[in-house]
Each structure stands twice: as C-alpha cells, then as structure tokens.
Nanobody
C-alpha cells in the first residue's frame, strides 16, 4: 500500500522557518521524482519544488527560490522541504507527491503525479 505522510507543518510568524517531512512507503522511493505542492483556500494547487530521481536536478517555483530548499534521503525514503523567510502568502496546505517524470514540464504539473500525501497545514502570520 502506497503511503506518503507529511509532517512538520504549523503556525509561524513572518520571517520564521519550518521544515516539512514526507515519509514514504509502498513504492520504490529512489526511482521517483518527488515534489512539493501547496494549495491555499480558494486557489488551485500550485507547484513549489521537485527533486528528480535521475540526475538530481531540482526545480523551484519562482516564488520560493532562495527561501525554500528541497532535499531527499533515499535511505530513509523521506522527502524534506526547508522553508525559511516565510511570508503570509506562503500560508497553504502543503502536499508531497511522487511521479516518474523527469522533465521540468512534467515535474511542475500536479496532474502528472501518481501518488499524493494528505497534506500538512502551514500558517504564516504577519
């Protein structure tokens, strides 16, 4: 059974930091591109970052470049998202997801992901 379980969300003041984790099981983690997406109330789910499983290429949304860092530990089947300098507009439910995709055109599109976690809430107050 495939499982992706996010943790680490919470409430933080603007300028603060959070580290999200996504523990995965039921599939071969090391052979999947892993991504983070987020969805704010009333908005569509949007791409945040992705870590491709071949080549180690990383993609970031322009809105988080320089503030967020995605990483993965294949030995622990875990994906991470270090979020620094958080802003109120970063408030959303954050989801991790898995895809076999390897190009930016694929990894940035939610519909191309096969597996999803249940999400973790991040709230940034001003």
């Amino acid at each position: 059974q495939v499982q992706l379980v996010e943790s680490g969300g919470g409430q933080v003041q603007a300028g603060g930091s959070l580290r999200l984790s996504c523990a995965c099981s039921g599939f071969t983690f090391s052979t999947y591109t892993m991504g983070w997406f987020r969805q704010a109330p009333g908005k569509e789910r949007e791409f945040v970052a992705a870590f491709r499983w071949i080549g180690g290429n990383i993609d970031y949304a322009d809105s988080v470049k320089g503030r967020f860092t995605i990483s993965r530990d294949n030995a622990k089947n875990t994906l991470y998202l270090q979020m620094n300098s958080l802003r109120p507009e970063d408030t959303a439910v954050y989801y991790c997801a898995a895809t076999k995709g390897l190009t930016a055109l694929v990894t940035m599109i939610a519909a191309r992901y096969d597996y999803w976690g249940q999400g973790t809430q991040v709230t940034v107050s001003s």
